[in-house]
Structure formats: structure tokens, C-alpha cells
């Protein structure tokens, strides 16, 4: 990349949203759809580098080169399962790292994306949690690891590599308390000069931020995911502390709202969190169903993933099982995350604050790795 000829500092191009995109084209005097190419070749072809960009004149190459960079954070540690799970661990400055996973499937490729260092909702049982909050990320750390595993993938040619079909805000951080920048970034997901994933493949999971939920509809219509974790307004005070805030009967007519708002027949994704003798019996699933009796929604039941120094445990499979078929029975869809993604899950967002140099982050990976397969 040529060094900037003058003390400016280059602009990150990752960090400029559609529309910023399009104004940096504008005042360089070239046409608007100036602004779809340079996309299209950001995201679609990766590429980082301007005299690649073959349909700008040399000029306008010269110019971005001196003015603008694509720099996704620092790739400092990635680690592939033999089961094809990719995960890298991110540095953003010298103080914070974050995690990207993607997770392949029979059919598809799920990229499970950071968009907080830290989180300040403190659930009670997520180890991201735990360790506090440090910042938002900014939009060119959200595309980063977006465009940085989209690149690694395309580059990799084995036959159980494949590329990225869906995307989950469900790694470290709450998105809707970052939300100018995941809906910036909402745009380059589902927007067909970017990477064009439908709307039904891109999920941002919430655990119930009432107004931004009423705000999603100005903005997207990606699918929404609800943190659910319990059936009754005491119990999810516990485990989800901003229940107290946003209580369960609020969080489910915001997610109506936003239902009803969106051009098709969607439903929401819950996730329940399995916790040993906590909200695993028979009396919770009656009362989950009908808390959630008139909402279109199919529940995901995740086993919990165990981390140093929490109390709880996950729920015996056998009561996982019970679970679902009664959930099943009262006409719920109800899937039960498998233990490989489960495993994956422990480490995304989970392990990153813990560890500050590779030898100690590899062995603490395959640790819980360990742990997760217990
Ligand atoms: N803040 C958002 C997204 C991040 S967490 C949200 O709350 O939805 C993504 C999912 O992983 C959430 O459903 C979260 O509750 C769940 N999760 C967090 N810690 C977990 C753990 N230790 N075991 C299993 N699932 C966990």
C-alpha cells in the first residue's frame, strides 16, 4: 500500500457506510455509481488494493491510493476444526481482541459476528458478560471480519470450505446497543452491490432492547433473534438482568411490532439457554408456551455452554429432550443447537478477554473445547 503523501491519516474505507461511501465520490468529482463499483470490489472481490480496480481510470486509482485504505482489524490468531469450523481471534488496538466464527453446515455457511468488546448487559450466565464492556466496534470492525472471512474462505479451496450464506450478531456484544453501526452494516450484508445475503439470512439476536427493537423497522428487515432464557419475569430478572428494564410481556409486543412491520411472513428465532435446575423443568416449558402463544416464533434450545467459575451447569441431554417434545406438542418448532455448534458457541465472544498472548489463548481454546464436550 503507497504511504500517504501527506500527514492526513488515510481513510479506512471499511469505515464508511453506503452513504459515506457515496459522498467521498462526490467530492472527488467522479459519478455516484463510482461509489457501487468501489463497493462491489471491496466486497464482492475483496480486493485491497486500488490498482486492482480496473474500471477506475489510473487517475482515480492514484487518487484513492493516496487518500483511503481497506484495513480490517489484525488477524493474530485463527484456528480450523477438522469439521470445517473457522474461528479467528481479532485485534483491534493494543488493549482489545474479538472473535469471528464461522460455522459450516449441511447446507450452509454461518458466520457468527462481534459487534461489542465486552458487553454491558451482564446475563448471568455469559462469560462476555463477565468480563465487563470495553467499547462499541466501529463499522470497519464489523465489516472487517465480515470481509476478512469472506476472503479466507474464497482463498480456500478444500471441499468442506464453503463460503459465508448466513450471518449471526451473535458473538461478542449486544448489536442493538451498537445500532447506527450493525445497521450500517446491515446495508453491506443484505445489499446486492455488497453481499447480497437475503434478509432471511441475516440475524441479529437481542436481548431485548425494547426501543431499538421498535427502531429496527425504520432501518432493516433482517430476521430478528430474542434472548428469551426464561418463561416468567422472576426468574429472567435473574438471568437476564435487563428484564428489569424491558420486562417479558414489553419484549414480545416489540417483537410483534416489528413482525408485523416487515413485508413477509417471518417468525422470531428464541433462544432458551438450558440450565440445570434452573429453567429446565416441565413447569417452565408450559409456562414458555404460553408467553409465547400468539407469537410467530421457533425456539432454539441452546445447551449451556460451562465457563471458569460459573454456577450453573447444562441440563441433562435427557431433559433437553423432554423439553423439546413438550414444546413440540403444543405446536412449537423447537430445535435443540447441536453439541458441535454448541461447542463453537462456547468459544464465540467467550474466551477473548481471558488470554493476552497465542500460546495461552491456543491451550485455554482447547480447553473449553474440552470442557464443552463433557
Ligand atoms: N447480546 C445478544 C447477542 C450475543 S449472545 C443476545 O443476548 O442475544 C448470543 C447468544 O448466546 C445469546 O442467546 C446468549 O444468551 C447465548 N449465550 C451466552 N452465553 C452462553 C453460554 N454460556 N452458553 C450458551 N449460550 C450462551
Known amino acids: 500500500m503507497p504511504t500517504s503523501t501527506s500527514d492526513t491519516p488515510k481513510i479506512n474505507l471499511l469505515n464508511l457506510s453506503w452513504e459515506e461511501i457515496h459522498a467521498l465520490f462526490v467530492r472527488l468529482g467522479e459519478p455516484a455509481y463510482r461509489a457501487k463499483q468501489l463497493i462491489k470490489w471491496i466486497y464482492q472481490v475483496g480486493v485491497d488494493d486500488f490498482s486492482l480496480m480496473t474500471n477506475f481510470s489510473k487517475t482515480l486509482r492514484n487518487k484513492l491510493s493516496e487518500i483511503a485504505e481497506i484495513c480490517p482489524p489484525e488477524v493474530v490468531w485463527e484456528h480450523a476444526s477438522p469439521d470445517g469450523t473457522q474461528k479467528w481471534v481479532l485485534k483491534l488496538d493494543s488493549k482489545n481482541q474479538i472473535e469471528t466464527v464461522f460455522i459450516p453446515d449441511k447446507q450452509r455457511g454461518t458466520l457468527c459476528v462481534s459487534s461489542q468488546v465486552g458487553c454491558t448487559l451482564d446475563c448471568s450466565f455469559c462469560a462476555t458478560g463477565k468480563q465487563g464492556f470495553q467499547r462499541n466496534l466501529s463499522l470497519a470492525e464489523v465489516m472487517g471480519q465480515v470481509w ?16 459465508i450464506t448466513n450471518i449471526v450478531f451473535m458473538g461478542m456484544g449486544e448489536p442493538l446497543l451498537n445500532f447506527n453501526v450493525v445497521m450500517h452494516a446491515l446495508k453491506f450484508l443484505t445489499d446486492d452491490n455488497a453481499y447480497g445475503l437475503s434478509k432471511r439470512r441475516v440475524t441479529v439476536s437481542t436481548a431485548g432492547v425494547v426501543p431499538m427493537i421498535d427502531q429496527l423497522e425504520k432501518y432493516t428487515d433482517v430476521s ?8 416468567n419475569d422472576m426468574l429472567r430478572n435473574e438471568l437476564v438482568p435487563l428484564n428489569k428494564k424491558y420486562p417479558i410481556t414489553e419484549v414480545i409486543a416489540a417483537c410483534k411490532r416489528y413482525l408485523a412491520s416487515l413485508p413477509d411472513r417471518r417468525s422470531i428465532t428464541i433462544e432458551y439457554v438450558m440450565l440445570d435446575q434452573i429453567n429446565d423443568a416441565d413447569l417452565h416449558a ?8 400468539k407469537l410467530p416464533c421457533k425456539i432454539n434450545l441452546i445447551p449451556f455452554n460451562p465457563f471458569p ?19 413440540a406438542k403444543a405446536g412449537f418448532v423447537t430445535t435443540v443447537r447441536s453439541t458441535r455448534g454448541d461447542e463453537i458457541a462456547a468459544a464465540c465472544g467467550q474466551l477473548v478477554g481471558q488470554v ?8 485455554r481454546y482447547q480447553n473449553a473445547i474440552a470442557v464443552a464436550n463433557v
Do not use: M
Open 148 to 163: 476478512l472471512a469472506a476472503k479466507q474462505l474464497q482463498e480456500d479451496n478444500t471441499p468442506q470450505r464453503r463460503k
Open 224 to 231: 430478528l433473534a430474542l434472548s428469551l432464557h426464561a418463561p
Open 286 to 293: 408450559k409456562q414458555l408456551t404460553k408467553v409465547l402463544a
Open 309 to 327: 467459575n460459573t454456577p450453573y451447569q447444562r441440563s441433562k441431554k435427557e431433559r433437553i429432550l423432554a423439553f423439546q417434545q413438550q414444546l
Open 356 to 363: 493476552n498472548d497465542r500460546t495461552n489463548r491456543q491451550k
